[in-house]
Nanobody, 119 residues
Framework: QVRLVESGGGLVQPGGSLNLSCAAS????????MGWYRQAPGKERELVAD???????NYADSVKGRITISRDNAKNTVYLQINSLKPEDTAVYFC?????????????WGQGTQVTVSS
């Protein structure tokens, strides 16, 4: 089982920046894909960005151009850099790992880190 621990959230003003970290208990080089999701109050969890084992990235249209997902395989950590933060970015941000096995695909979630954007 892959354990994921997020950190780096907090309270920031609009226009500010945050760098979120997701530390994995396993080598992320062996994980098919790592991603970031977010869930705002009263809304469904949505994909923000993900990165595959091969390095391909995908971003939600709502944040494209303001965020960058990256990884450090040596540290087993995936990062999410968010710039030009807006109040609508306020949400709990979750790290997700996807592991493909011979029979099924396994999904693992972290506990989340709160991001609040407010003046």
């Amino acid at each position: 089982q892959v354990r994921l621990v997020e950190s780096g959230g907090g309270l920031v003003q609009p226009g500010g920046s945050l760098n979120l970290s997701c530390a994995a208990s396993e080598s992320i080089g062996g994980i098919s894909a790592m991603g970031w999701y977010r869930q705002a109050p009263g809304k469904e969890r949505e994909l923000v960005a993900d990165i595959t084992r091969g390095g391909s990235t995908n971003y939600a249209d709502s944040v494209k151009g303001r965020i960058t997902i990256s990884r450090d395989n040596a540290k087993n950590t995936v990062y999410l850099q968010i710039n030009s933060l807006k109040p609508e970015d306020t949400a709990v941000y979750f790290c997700r790992a996807m592991v493909r096995g011979p029979i099924r695909t396994y999904i693992y979630w972290g506990q989340g880190t709160q991001v609040t954007v407010s003046s």
